[in-house]
């Protein structure tokens, strides 16, 4: 029997049972949908992360504190890491000859009021340099000056987002603002930025001078009693110069904090490349696991299948029998059962693979607070589900496809 002819008598076969043949695919419909769906999320964090880094451009690095005990990432959380960074260790890396800038950073939650309105922002204490080194432009007003970090100034720049929820259309230059039930003066705004990564927004910034941070704010001091930082952002002169600036701050700290040849750092320089290593692992994962829970579904579905078909099997026992008895080869039975197995998972499988890149669609569409998710549909994933799905549809209906062939004509025409 020619494949076509299994094929025709296949589709007739499923035809004949729609509901049935529905119900059946309904499993592989949601499996497929739930990978297509989960993993689009999964590439989209993962592209979203990516270029929010490549945003920070790869002339900055980073040096942050470091616990030398704690594996790997733990190692710079700060329940683990030892604040043990200064201004004067900013001072002296700013002093390398591939250095152009630096800009040491402390980072909080606060809530920033007015007289009517309050919001809740991430405030750094930092430098003048911060605004080239993060890749900020000023709005309205102007930024921080060397002159606001040695009289430790009450002053503020504020992002477009904070400047919008605590002014709306007024003028925030020169007005007055409470952190910590301390009175700041605003004295620009930020040009709008959008979203970073994982939800933060770069408009929701407040900075300030990272001695009045210090002094005024939230007082953290090292081992030696002096103020601490909470990382630093340093500005080379080209990227090609990563591997050298990296190894002179190396060389320099451990020099600083009087580390002997035998000890690890107590802090880390980390580059954009080792960023996108560390979140691209982490998000590989994530995407990997959302998969695989996905992929239960398609198992369950597969299951599905499998019962039907050896429903279908008992069913047709006669016309087995009688398909055999009028010269229908075993291959031929095998055929027309694994046909109609592969069909109800592909078909299936086709309609997860547009209602999942539907979903994930929808999902990009999704505006939380400014913060929109893009869930990408690879062609990788597209081709991972279709596969997985044929794969599914042919192992389900195997069994029962055996199971048909190998019926005997003589009992098959007996059968009920």
Do not use: C
């Amino acid at each position: 029997m020619k494949f076509i002819d299994s094929f025709v008598m296949a589709l007739r076969s499923l035809m004949a049972n729609k509901m049935r043949s529905s119900l059946t695919m309904l499993g592989v419909v949601i499996g497929v949908g739930a990978v297509i769906t989960l993993m689009a999320v999964g590439t989209g964090v993962q592209e979203m992360v990516t270029s929010s880094f490549e945003e920070l451009g790869t002339d900055v690095i980073y040096v942050q504190p470091s616990n030398p005990e704690a594996p790997g990432m733990a190692a710079m959380a700060p329940g683990y890491a030892e604040v043990n960074l200064t201004l004067d260790d900013a001072n002296a890396v700013a002093d390398l000859p591939t250095v152009v800038g630096i800009a040491p950073t402390n980072e909080n939650f606060v809530e920033i009021t007015t007289a009517d309105e309050k919001y809740t922002a991430v405030i750094h204490g930092s430098t003048p340099q911060y605004l080239d080194t993060y890749k900020f432009e000023v709005g309205s007003g102007q930024f921080l000056t060397d002159v606001n970090v040695a009289r430790r100034d009450m002053v503020v720049v504020i992002g477009s987002k904070v400047a919008e929820e605590l002014f709306g259309d007024d003028d925030p230059i020169g007005q007055q603002v409470k952190i910590k039930e301390k009175r700041f003066t605003v004295i620009g705004v930020l040009e709008p930025r959008g979203v970073a990564f994982l939800g933060f927004s770069w408009d929701d910034l407040v900075v300030t001078p990272i001695t009045t941070y210090q002094t005024r704010l939230f007082s953290q001091r090292t081992a030696g009693g002096e103020d601490a930082i909470q990382s630093i952002a340093v500005q080379m002169a080209s990227a090609e110069d990563v591997d050298r600036t990296t190894a002179d701050i190396e060389k320099l700290l451990r020099k600083r904090h009087k580390i002997d040849a035998d000890e690890k750092d107590d802090f880390s320089v980390v580059t954009l490349e080792q960023m996108l290593a560390i979140f691209g692992q982490i998000t590989l994962v994530l995407t990997l696991l959302l998969g695989t829970i996905a992929s239960i579904s398609l198992v369950v579905g597969g299951i599905g299948i499998m019962n039907i078909m050896l429903v279908s099997v008992t069913e047709r026992t006669k016309e087995i029998g009688l398909r055999k008895a009028v010269g229908a080869k075993r291959r031929d039975i095998l055929l027309q059962f694994l046909i109609e197995a592969a069909m109800l998972s592909l078909v299936g499988g086709a309609i997860g693979l547009t209602g999942g890149w539907l979903l994930a669609e929808g999902i990009s569409l999704i505006d939380l607070g400014g913060f929109k998710l893009h869930a990408a549909v690879s062609p990788l994933i597209v081709i991972l589900a279709v596969s997985v799905s044929a794969f599914i549809g042919i192992a389900s209906g195997l069994y029962p496809a055996v199971r048909a062939s190998r019926l005997d004509p003589i009992e098959a025409l007996r059968y009920g």
